[in-house]
């Protein structure tokens, strides 16, 4: 089946998922497409991935192509994630789906596409869609309109709604070693397999590795992570805060293409889009740029995990290979001043940080705190 999709398809590319790759092609293709999908696996195993792949087979203007063809306007809009057909939703509290985020999923689906065949809605970390959120949704779930499809993704059908599992079309992922997916990453990239490593450390699976190594902007961000834990040991508090600032600048650089692009869109749409349906632009845009800001810190976090992870290593004189290569001076700086302890105490500040930005609190202050929490951590005895 993999030998009939266009190789520069998204589909085409979830090469780590053969069986749900065929599955999900053969599907499209047979014109039998589920109106709703739970994906289930451990993350990195490539469900958003395979989630924006079915989105493109399921809206290519391109009939007579299998999957999808890759080149018409609406898979280049796939691709880069902002056609305006294809919804993406996260849980937006602490303790998951807020009422008013099912409330606007619901109005949305009654509305029409604005450009292609179909929409296509990808409910992320759908375990926190709660009885409460849920309940609204189960209606739809059961019988959505003609033209949308639901992806939900999950770790375990075990920790959802039985009620929510029931309606989907449940579609396993194996979960994928680190070996695996740095082979995959190599593959796609032809770069060396330590650099595709640390990719897969920082960003998670190995499609978003790829997009990872071919944005300069994502991989500034993570070298001023990298240099803001370097300088702590000498930073002082108008130091560690000015990093931050320019930790937060390198985060939001990314954003400012797809902030471009969106505005595009919404200029060519302008004259004959209804105000309704500006308005629904409008709000994805808005959520497109917040789940862009998270993923673009969740990336920072990372990398600065990873490379306290090396530190570990180092000191644990462990057989495990180094993630960042790239910076074996850093982990040997970090290394040469600071104790097991110290290190695991900073590896509790970054996890902490990432608690808080889910609690809502703003990204640079959780930042700061963790600067903070490490450089006090990495001088502990
Ligand atoms: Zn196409």
Not at 31 to 58: C, E, I, N, T, V
Not at 253 to 278: C, F, I, M, W
Request: proline letters at 5%; aromatic letters at 4%.
């Amino acid at each position: 089946m993999s030998d009939h999709l266009a190789p520069n398809s998204l589909l085409a590319k979830l090469d780590t998922q053969p069986r749900v790759r065929d599955f999900l092609a053969r599907a499209v293709a047979s014109g039998r497409a589920s109106h709703a999908y739970l994906f289930l696996g451990s993350p990195g195993s490539g469900k958003l991935d395979a989630a924006w792949a079915l989105a493109q087979a399921l809206l290519c203007a391109e009939e007579a192509i299998p999957g999808a063809c890759a080149a018409c306007d609406d898979c280049v809009r796939v691709a880069r994630r902002t056609h305006p057909d294809v919804h993406y939703y996260a849980p937006e509290s602490a303790t998951g789906y807020l009422i008013a985020q099912t409330r606007d999923l619901l109005e949305d689906v009654a509305l029409s596409p604005i450009r292609a065949k179909r929409k296509v809605y990808i409910i992320d970390r759908a375990e926190q869609l709660r009885a409460n959120t849920a309940n609204a949704l189960l209606k739809t779930l059961e019988e959505p309109p003609e033209s949308v499809t639901f992806i939900l993704l999950g770790t375990s059908s075990d920790v959802m709604l039985p009620t929510i599992v029931s309606r989907c079309q449940c579609v396993p992922f194996r979960p994928l070693s680190t070996d695996e997916s740095t082979t995959a990453v190599a593959r796609a990239t032809g770069l060396p397999p330590a650099r595709c490593r640390m990719a897969v450390a920082v960003a998670g699976s190995p499609a978003r590795a790829v997009g990872f190594l071919k944005s300069a902007d994502r991989q500034a961000a993570r070298r001023a992570m990298v240099r803001a834990v370097d300088a702590l040991a000498h930073a002082d508090e108008a130091d560690i805060l000015a990093s931050a600032k320019e930790l937060m600048g390198a985060i939001h650089a990314p954003l400012a293409e797809v902030k471009s692009t969106q505005q595009a869109v919404l200029e060519q749409n302008q004259d004959y889009l209804s105000r309704g349906a500006l308005k629904q632009l409008e709000d994805r845009n808005k959520r497109e740029l917040n789940a862009r800001e998270r993923s673009g810190i969740m990336e920072a976090l990372a990398s600065v995990r990873s490379l306290l992870r090396d530190v570990l290593i180092r000191l644990e004189d462990a057989q495990d290979a180094p993630v960042n290569d790239d910076v074996r001076d850093v982990v040997e700086r970090i290394a040469s001043d600071t104790t097991t302890t110290g290190v695991t105490l900073a590896l509790d500040a970054v996890s902490l940080a990432e608690t808080r930005i889910a609690r809502n609190v703003t990204p640079q202050l959780a930042i700061e705190v963790m600067l903070f929490d490490i450089r006090k951590a990495l001088k502990c005895p």
